[in-house]
């Protein structure tokens, strides 16, 4: 679909834990540059919503494929459906760009992350998400530092249980997060939108969201 063919842009950022998508959006949103964009209406939508809110039932062995798609595509159509509505108010020229929208974890994590999905089965999220003008951000860190954002900064007990599952030691559970890196860099390769893979070693987050704003706008362009 055309860029004039729509009211949105939006962005997806995917990446394994610790690899700093909460820190960039954070930075993005005190950003200037980005509070210069040419809509008004944002919508954010994190990854306690888009992942987090199914982990209970997914640990009791009941998440389905088909109910996993069905929530992912809940998420997607509140913002069809605010595009179709400003689509249909009728232009006398080119539509304008009139809300923007980021996501924190999706469909790229579910078909990592998920033995019971494919990358076919989220196909047609992924061609729902192009159709809304979204560009895809991978946000990598090296192996080397994962061990330090995983598991030594966080003290939390319930993190700690759960990472227990990907290994009895540190190495195997930085092994664990190495590998479903590799498999979003794979996936990422086969999604149709259009994707730019931040590396966040150096920590630097506004070097970071300056990367993916830049990145953002040459693609809506």
């Not at 540059?33 to 039932?57: I, K, N, Y």
Request: charged share 20%; hydrophobic share 40%; proline share 3%.
């Amino acid at each position: 679909m055309s860029r004039w063919s729509r009211c949105c842009a939006g962005m997806l950022l995917e990446g394994v834990p610790g690899s700093g998508k909460t820190s960039i959006i954070k930075a993005l949103l005190s950003s200037p540059a980005f509070h210069r964009r040419e809509d008004l209406g944002l919508f954010v939508v994190s990854e306690e919503l888009t992942q987090r809110v199914l982990e209970p039932v997914y640990n009791q062995g009941q998440l389905t494929a088909a109910a996993a798609l069905s929530y992912l595509g809940g998420l997607i159509s509140p913002l069809e459906e605010h595009n179709r509505l400003l689509l249909a108010r009728g232009w006398s020229g080119r539509p304008q760009r009139h809300f923007s929208y980021i996501l924190e974890r999706f469909h790229l994590t579910y078909a990592a992350y998920y033995d019971f999905l494919e990358w076919n089965a989220v196909g047609d999220l992924d061609q729902r998400l192009t159709t809304l003008g979204c560009s895809l951000f991978l946000i990598t860190v090296d192996a080397g530092e994962m061990e330090d954002r995983i598991i030594s900064s966080r003290d939390n007990p319930g993190w700690r249980r759960y990472i227990a599952r990907y290994g009895s030691n540190a190495s195997e559970i930085v092994g664990h997060y190495a590998r479903r890196q590799q498999r979003l860099l794979e996936l990422a390769a086969r999604s149709h939108l259009p994707h730019t893979i931040i590396d966040t070693t150096d920590r630097d987050w506004n070097s970071a969201a300056s990367t993916l704003l830049a990145a953002w706008k040459e693609a809506q362009s």
